[in-house]
Protein backbone atom coordinates (compact mmCIF):
# COMPACT_ATOMS: atom_id res chain seq x y z
CA UNK A 1 0.00 0.00 0.00
CA UNK A 2 1.47 3.27 -0.97
CA UNK A 3 1.12 6.50 0.95
CA UNK A 4 -1.31 8.28 -0.96
CA UNK A 5 -3.43 4.98 0.01
CA UNK A 6 -3.73 6.45 3.58
CA UNK A 7 -6.20 8.38 4.84
CA UNK A 8 -4.23 11.12 7.09
CA UNK A 9 -5.89 11.83 10.38
CA UNK A 10 -5.44 14.63 12.80
CA UNK A 11 -6.31 13.99 16.95
CA UNK A 12 -7.43 17.17 18.54
CA UNK A 13 -7.82 16.94 22.37
CA UNK A 14 -7.22 18.38 25.40
CA UNK A 15 -6.50 15.48 27.30
CA UNK A 16 -3.11 13.32 26.53
CA UNK A 17 -4.41 9.63 27.84
CA UNK A 18 -7.37 10.47 25.08
CA UNK A 19 -4.94 11.20 22.55
CA UNK A 20 -2.84 8.08 23.35
CA UNK A 21 -5.38 5.79 23.43
CA UNK A 22 -6.68 7.17 20.18
CA UNK A 23 -3.28 6.93 18.46
CA UNK A 24 -2.47 3.86 19.71
CA UNK A 25 -5.44 2.06 18.03
CA UNK A 26 -5.71 3.80 14.79
CA UNK A 27 -2.21 2.46 14.34
CA UNK A 28 -3.31 -0.48 14.50
CA UNK A 29 -5.41 0.46 11.30
CA UNK A 30 -3.22 -0.29 7.93
CA UNK A 31 -5.03 2.33 6.04
CA UNK A 32 -5.13 5.15 8.54
CA UNK A 33 -1.71 7.42 9.19
CA UNK A 34 -2.08 9.70 12.22
CA UNK A 35 -0.17 12.67 11.08
CA UNK A 36 -0.18 15.07 14.40
CA UNK A 37 -1.88 15.89 16.93
CA UNK A 38 -3.37 19.29 19.14
CA UNK A 39 -4.17 20.17 22.71
CA UNK A 40 -7.15 22.69 21.85
CA UNK A 41 -8.57 24.47 18.38
CA UNK A 42 -6.02 27.43 18.81
CA UNK A 43 -2.87 24.43 18.68
CA UNK A 44 -4.83 23.00 15.68
CA UNK A 45 -5.29 26.11 13.43
CA UNK A 46 -1.45 27.31 14.24
CA UNK A 47 -0.08 23.97 12.92
CA UNK A 48 -2.31 23.73 9.96
CA UNK A 49 -1.40 27.41 9.30
CA UNK A 50 2.30 26.36 9.61
CA UNK A 51 2.05 23.71 7.02
CA UNK A 52 1.35 23.46 3.17
CA UNK A 53 -2.00 21.93 2.40
CA UNK A 54 -0.36 18.80 1.00
CA UNK A 55 0.59 18.07 4.55
CA UNK A 56 -2.97 18.65 6.24
CA UNK A 57 -5.26 15.81 7.29
CA UNK A 58 -7.92 15.18 5.29
CA UNK A 59 -9.81 13.99 8.81
CA UNK A 60 -9.88 15.82 12.54
CA UNK A 61 -10.87 13.49 15.20
CA UNK A 62 -12.22 16.87 16.95
CA UNK A 63 -13.21 16.87 21.15
CA UNK A 64 -15.67 19.35 21.62
CA UNK A 65 -14.93 20.46 24.97
CA UNK A 66 -11.57 21.91 25.22
CA UNK A 67 -9.80 25.08 27.19
CA UNK A 68 -8.40 28.16 25.36
CA UNK A 69 -10.96 27.11 21.99
CA UNK A 70 -13.46 24.54 21.67
CA UNK A 71 -14.52 22.11 19.12
CA UNK A 72 -17.09 23.82 17.68
CA UNK A 73 -15.81 27.01 17.26
CA UNK A 74 -12.48 25.72 15.61
CA UNK A 75 -14.98 23.28 13.70
CA UNK A 76 -16.42 26.47 11.94
CA UNK A 77 -12.87 28.39 11.36
CA UNK A 78 -11.64 25.01 9.80
CA UNK A 79 -14.83 24.35 7.41
CA UNK A 80 -14.43 28.42 6.39
CA UNK A 81 -10.69 28.60 5.94
CA UNK A 82 -9.81 24.54 4.87
CA UNK A 83 -13.27 23.27 3.49
CA UNK A 84 -11.33 20.15 2.36
CA UNK A 85 -10.58 19.11 5.77
CA UNK A 86 -13.28 16.90 7.03
CA UNK A 87 -14.02 17.04 10.56
CA UNK A 88 -15.36 14.03 13.36
CA UNK A 89 -16.77 15.51 16.60
CA UNK A 90 -15.46 13.21 19.43
CA UNK A 91 -16.58 13.51 22.32
CA UNK A 92 -18.71 12.48 25.51
CA UNK A 93 -21.09 14.85 25.47
CA UNK A 94 -24.68 13.74 23.96
CA UNK A 95 -26.66 17.37 24.30
CA UNK A 96 -29.33 17.77 21.63
CA UNK A 97 -28.20 21.48 21.79
CA UNK A 98 -24.25 20.38 21.08
CA UNK A 99 -24.90 17.91 18.91
CA UNK A 100 -26.78 20.52 16.67
CA UNK A 101 -24.28 22.69 16.84
CA UNK A 102 -21.87 20.71 15.67
CA UNK A 103 -23.31 19.18 12.92
CA UNK A 104 -24.46 22.95 11.79
CA UNK A 105 -20.52 24.53 12.67
CA UNK A 106 -19.50 21.57 9.64
CA UNK A 107 -18.96 18.38 11.74
CA UNK A 108 -19.64 15.34 9.35
CA UNK A 109 -20.10 13.08 12.06
CA UNK A 110 -20.57 13.23 15.72
CA UNK A 111 -19.39 10.42 17.46
CA UNK A 112 -19.42 9.35 21.16
CA UNK A 113 -16.03 7.67 22.79
CA UNK A 114 -17.62 4.76 23.89
CA UNK A 115 -18.14 3.62 20.28
CA UNK A 116 -15.40 0.96 19.32
CA UNK A 117 -12.17 0.89 17.08
CA UNK A 118 -13.75 -0.32 14.57
CA UNK A 119 -17.00 2.14 14.51
CA UNK A 120 -14.71 5.19 14.58
CA UNK A 121 -12.93 4.04 11.65
CA UNK A 122 -15.83 3.09 10.01
CA UNK A 123 -16.79 7.09 10.69
CA UNK A 124 -13.14 8.29 9.31
CA UNK A 125 -13.88 6.55 5.92
CA UNK A 126 -17.19 8.01 5.61
CA UNK A 127 -16.14 11.42 6.43
CA UNK A 128 -13.06 11.26 3.60
CA UNK A 129 -16.45 10.47 1.51
CA UNK A 130 -18.52 12.92 3.05
CA UNK A 131 -20.69 10.69 4.50
CA UNK A 132 -22.41 11.55 7.91
CA UNK A 133 -22.07 8.59 10.36
CA UNK A 134 -23.88 8.78 13.10
CA UNK A 135 -25.77 6.32 15.92
CA UNK A 136 -29.29 6.59 16.66
CA UNK A 137 -29.25 7.75 20.19
CA UNK A 138 -27.09 10.53 18.43
CA UNK A 139 -29.75 11.10 15.27
CA UNK A 140 -32.09 11.26 17.62
CA UNK A 141 -30.61 14.21 19.41
CA UNK A 142 -29.77 15.78 16.38
CA UNK A 143 -33.31 15.28 15.50
CA UNK A 144 -34.44 17.04 18.67
CA UNK A 145 -32.05 19.61 18.66
CA UNK A 146 -33.36 20.86 15.12
CA UNK A 147 -36.54 20.91 16.40
CA UNK A 148 -35.36 23.26 19.22
CA UNK A 149 -33.49 25.28 16.95
CA UNK A 150 -36.73 25.69 14.71
CA UNK A 151 -39.13 26.41 17.56
CA UNK A 152 -36.82 29.47 18.88
CA UNK A 153 -36.27 30.91 14.93
CA UNK A 154 -39.31 33.45 15.77
CA UNK A 155 -43.01 33.58 14.89
CA UNK A 156 -42.92 35.06 11.69
CA UNK A 157 -45.01 31.93 10.32
CA UNK A 158 -47.88 32.42 12.94
CA UNK A 159 -51.53 34.03 11.57
CA UNK A 160 -52.50 37.15 14.10
CA UNK A 161 -55.08 34.54 15.11
CA UNK A 162 -52.84 31.88 16.09
CA UNK A 163 -50.27 34.21 17.57
CA UNK A 164 -53.30 35.57 20.16
CA UNK A 165 -53.84 32.02 21.15
CA UNK A 166 -50.69 31.47 21.73
CA UNK A 167 -50.40 34.46 23.83
CA UNK A 168 -53.35 33.49 25.67
CA UNK A 169 -51.81 30.04 26.27
CA UNK A 170 -48.83 31.83 27.53
CA UNK A 171 -51.06 33.21 30.29
CA UNK A 172 -52.74 29.89 31.27
CA UNK A 173 -56.03 29.84 29.83
CA UNK A 174 -57.56 27.03 29.31
CA UNK A 175 -59.39 26.41 25.46
CA UNK A 176 -62.86 27.12 26.33
CA UNK A 177 -61.44 30.55 28.25
CA UNK A 178 -59.75 31.61 24.92
CA UNK A 179 -63.21 30.84 23.08
CA UNK A 180 -64.69 32.92 25.30
CA UNK A 181 -62.16 35.98 25.00
CA UNK A 182 -61.88 35.17 21.28
CA UNK A 183 -65.35 35.18 20.44
CA UNK A 184 -64.66 31.54 18.80
CA UNK A 185 -65.73 28.06 18.98
CA UNK A 186 -63.64 25.72 20.94
CA UNK A 187 -63.16 23.68 18.12
CA UNK A 188 -61.73 26.63 16.15
CA UNK A 189 -59.29 26.81 19.39
CA UNK A 190 -58.29 23.08 19.42
CA UNK A 191 -57.60 23.80 15.48
CA UNK A 192 -55.34 26.71 16.17
CA UNK A 193 -53.51 24.42 19.14
CA UNK A 194 -52.70 21.88 16.72
CA UNK A 195 -51.41 24.39 14.02
CA UNK A 196 -49.28 26.02 16.67
CA UNK A 197 -47.71 22.60 17.98
CA UNK A 198 -46.74 21.61 14.64
CA UNK A 199 -45.08 25.24 13.41
CA UNK A 200 -43.47 25.28 16.45
CA UNK A 201 -42.51 21.66 16.55
CA UNK A 202 -43.83 21.27 20.03
CA UNK A 203 -45.28 18.20 21.56
CA UNK A 204 -48.23 19.63 23.93
CA UNK A 205 -49.58 23.48 25.30
CA UNK A 206 -47.36 23.61 28.18
CA UNK A 207 -43.89 23.80 25.81
CA UNK A 208 -45.48 26.35 23.96
CA UNK A 209 -46.45 28.82 26.53
CA UNK A 210 -42.80 27.95 27.69
CA UNK A 211 -41.21 29.05 24.19
CA UNK A 212 -43.45 32.78 24.34
CA UNK A 213 -42.43 33.59 27.25
CA UNK A 214 -38.38 32.67 26.91
CA UNK A 215 -38.75 34.58 23.25
CA UNK A 216 -40.75 37.10 25.08
CA UNK A 217 -43.42 37.01 23.13
CA UNK A 218 -46.28 36.85 26.20
CA UNK A 219 -44.41 39.86 27.57
CA UNK A 220 -46.96 42.48 26.38
CA UNK A 221 -48.51 45.05 28.62
Known sequence: MSIADLTRVMIVDDHDM???GLRTYLML????EIIGEAGNGEELLAWLGSRDKKEHPQVILMDLMMPVKDGIA???DVAEMYPDIKVVMLTSFLEDEKVYAAIEAGAVSYVLKTV???ELIYAIQGAVKGMPVMTADVSQALTRGLRQRSAQ???EDLTEREKEVLLLIADGLSNKE???QLHISIKTVKTHVSNLLMKCEMEDRTQLAVLAHRKGW???S
Open 18 to 20: VRI
Open 29 to 32: EPKI
Open 74 to 76: TTK
Open 116 to 118: SAD
Open 153 to 155: TGN
Open 178 to 180: IAE
Open 218 to 220: ANR
